[in-house]
């Protein structure tokens, strides 16, 4: 059974505003940093998987990431997946 390292990144949809990026745009511009913009802010979960093949591995974090990891409403996600 093959290894790989899995990383699930999300974030909220594009089209939606992202609360906390707004907040730390605000607090960066008033420190001086005006020329940073757009900030989004996500979450990377990290983890080691065992399975039979890529694809199978792919197939069940997908699955979590809708279920668990994510809001499928409000946020999207990509997967890296490496094996090791």
């Known amino acids: 059974m093959a290894k790989y390292r899995v990383s699930v990144i999300v974030r909220m949809r594009e089209d939606l505003p992202e609360p906390q990026g707004i907040a730390l745009e605000k607090v960066l511009k008033r420190m001086g940093y ?13 983890m080691n998987v065992e399975g039979d093949n890529k694809e199978k591995v792919v197939e069940t974090i997908t699955n ?13 996600f990509e997967l890296k997946v490496m094996e090791l």
Not at 34 to 46: N, Q, T
Not at 64 to 76: G, M, Q
Request: net charge negative; proline share 4%.
């Open 34 to 46: 005006k020329e940073i913009s757009d900030i989004r802010v996500g979450k990377i979960l990290e």
């Open 64 to 76: 979590l990431s809708n279920d668990l990891f994510s809001n499928p409403v409000i946020e999207n």
